[in-house]
């Protein structure tokens, strides 16, 4: 089991930069797996980034591609996602989930827990 705890969202110009952190309790943070995620109103759920449990790997969606970076602090179970140049479409809830063990290439329904989400929104 592992709790999730996601801060750092607010409302930014567009352009503008945000970092969301999630902390993790629980489990072994090292072994899992963690995602970004994000939904909008009216719109599915969709991937904006991930880490690997080991190894450090990252995969990002094409739209958040050079302008979003992820990261891990093992030592403080927290994961990062570091948003620069933020567009008006980037407006949505964003969500960080932990899957054990798992691939980088992990579709939304495999990870196994999530936060309860935090609000970005950019103005344009």
């Known amino acids: 089991q592992v709790q999730l705890v996601e801060s750092g969202g607010g409302l930014v110009q567009a352009g503008g930069s945000l970092r969301l952190s999630c902390a993790a309790s629980?489990?072994?943070?090292?072994?899992?797996?963690m995602g970004w995620f994000r939904q909008a109103p009216g719109k599915e759920r969709e991937f904006v980034a991930v880490?690997?449990?080991?190894?450090?790997?990252?995969n990002y969606a094409d739209s958040v591609k050079g302008r979003f970076t992820i990261s891990r602090d093992n030592a403080k179970n927290t994961v990062y996602l570091q948003m620069n140049s933020l567009k008006a479409e980037d407006t949505a809830a964003y969500y960080c989930?932990?899957?054990?063990?798992?691939?980088?290439?992990?579709?939304?329904?495999?990870?196994?827990?999530w936060g309860q989400g935090t609000q970005v929104t950019v103005s344009s």
């Open positions: 989930a932990a899957r054990l063990y798992g691939s980088i290439w992990s579709g939304v329904n495999e990870y196994g827990y």
């Open positions: 629980g489990s072994t943070f090292s072994d899992y797996t």
């Open positions: 880490i690997r449990w080991s190894g450090g790997s990252t």
